[in-house]
């Protein structure tokens, strides 16, 4: 059989998305990696570089995933963030991924932190309404467009951060009883907070 060099880099690629979720950075193995995707260490370097590029290209992967699957649309902001509640549950990786990044990364700059700052700068800019009817400055809404999305986020995503806390401080039996509750109130918040955030920045601005 010959060589598939597209189904190798695919079976590593699944293979580490497994093992920095698991594990992060720092505990992830090379050799385990190798060995769940049924291929050797030399592939890995090959396509991938160092285990540091591979974790930055698989958490790179994992977040474009989900932004291809969901955009925030304030005009439709519960059908949205219900959306991408769905998807933190579906797919446990990526957030685990996040969180392995934010104990393990440190503050300083790494190199794929630019190309996700100017992606995510793009996605939020056609949130912001252009229109002549609209007094405030574009720097001005972009800000509170930023803030507002940031909080979204942290909204949706801290139900899955801390699973035992969501069961325990809503004092329901199952992680899956809490999460059905906090879908719905997840939603209703991110309205209400978009309903204020269009309020404010659709407003005459004070001088």
């Not at 930055?56 to 291809?68: D, M, Y």
């Not at 393990?104 to 949130?127: F, N, Q, V, W, Y």
Request: aromatic share 6%.
């Amino acid at each position: 059989m010959a060589y598939d060099g597209d189904d190798t880099r695919r079976r590593i690629f699944v293979a580490a998305s497994a093992e920095f979720a698991e594990h992060g950075l720092a505990g992830a193995r090379v050799d385990r990696i190798a060995t769940a995707a049924q291929a050797n260490k030399q592939a890995i370097y090959l396509y991938y570089g160092n285990k540091e590029k591979l974790f930055a290209i698989v958490l790179q992967a994992k977040l474009e995933e989900i932004c291809n699957c969901v955009s925030i649309e304030l005009d439709a902001v519960a059908e949205s963030v219900g959306q991408l509640f769905d998807l933190y549950q579906q797919h446990p990786q990526m957030l685990r991924l996040l969180l392995w990044e934010a104990l393990e990364g440190g503050d300083e700059l790494d190199e794929s932190e630019p190309d996700r700052r100017a992606d995510m700068r793009t996605k939020i800019r056609h949130l912001v309404d252009d229109s002549s009817a609209n007094r405030h400055s574009t720097g001005t809404r972009l800000r509170a467009t930023q803030d507002l999305m940031f909080t979204i986020m942290a909204l949706v995503s801290w139900n899955f951060a801390v699973p035992r806390m969501c069961r325990i401080v809503l004092d329901e039996e199952t992680d899956q009883a809490a999460l059905t509750r906090r879908r719905e109130t997840v939603i209703e918040t991110a309205r209400a907070l978009a309903a204020a955030h269009n309020a404010a920045t659709t407003a005459p601005s004070v001088r």
